[in-house]
T-cell receptor, first 112, second 117 residues
Framework: DTAVSQTPKYLVTQMGNDKSIKCEQNLGHDTMYWYKQDSKKFLKIMFSYNNKELIINETVPNRFSPKSPDKAHLNLHINSLELGDSAVYFC???????????FGPGTRLTVL | GENVEQHPSTLSVQEGDSAVIKCTYSDSASNYFPWYKQELGKRPQLIIDIRSNVGEKKDQRIAVTLNKTAKHFSLHITETQPEDSAVYFCAASFLGHYGGATNKLIFGTGTLLAVQP
């Protein structure tokens, strides 16, 4: 039983392309998150949705656009990819009032 | 802004020794402090957490302490084993229904723990 899943696991693409990462959770959680982990392993929150409403929107370039079609899904679309976008992107989910966030397996994005 | 400092960045211990990782947070509204373990190439996973109404929590070989006045919290691992080798992250957030709580986790910079057999 996969709790938080992401697709794809690996994504290799050229600069300037547009790509999407999808996330799904089957834990019944009401809140989902996107994190970016760079090459130095720093983990930084990007976005969060609670019941399909955007509640966290960090200082991320507007080339990044999250979308939550329902409480169980959160997607991340990235336009005009740049070299600096190369990182591992983690999706996570939780209940809003429970602290524990469950992370997906990550998507390793490489921009050439 | 919100910030969590974590030390040391790397820690090497002999199997059976104890390991201590320390964090300091800046936002006095923070009330939830989890610790995540991330093995190489894997996802972060929660190993223990503590809320601001508790000073200490223990789970088998791991324990966490919190000093709200000093805004410090620490992870203690006793009787370390090679499988404890990983990157450990502390984090802080403001958890709750009201007052603008968003459960936004601010992570520390991570500690690479190596347990030598």
């Amino acid at each position: 039983d996969t709790a938080v899943s992401q697709t794809p696991k690996y994504l290799v693409t050229q600069m300037g392309n547009d790509k999407s990462i999808k996330c799904e959770q089957n834990l019944g959680h009401d809140t989902m998150y996107w994190y970016k982990q760079d090459s130095k392993k720093f983990l930084k929150i990007m976005f969060s949705y609670n019941n399909k409403e955007l509640i966290i929107n960090e200082t991320v370039p507007n080339r990044f656009s999250p979308k939550s079609p329902d409480k169980a899904h959160l997607n991340l679309h990235i336009n005009s990819l740049e070299l600096g976008d190369s990182a591992v992107y983690f999706c996570a989910s939780s209940r809003m009032t429970d602290g524990e966030q469950f992370f997906g397996p990550g998507t390793r994005l490489t921009v050439l | 802004g919100e910030n969590v400092e974590q030390h040391p960045s790397t820690l090497s211990v002999q199997e059976g020794d104890s390991a201590v990782i320390k964090c300091t947070y800046s936002d006095s509204a923070s009330n939830y402090f989890p610790w995540y373990k991330q093995e190489l190439g894997k996802r972060p996973q929660l190993i223990i957490d503590i809320r601001s109404n508790v000073g200490e929590k223990k789970d088998q070989r791991i324990a966490v302490t919190l000093n709200k006045t000093a805004k410090h919290f620490s992870l203690h691992i006793t009787e370390t084993q090679p499988e404890d080798s990983a990157v450990y992250f502390c984090a802080a957030s403001f958890l709750g229904h009201y007052g603008g709580a968003t459960n936004k986790l601010i992570f520390g910079t991570g500690t690479l723990l190596a347990v030598q057999p």
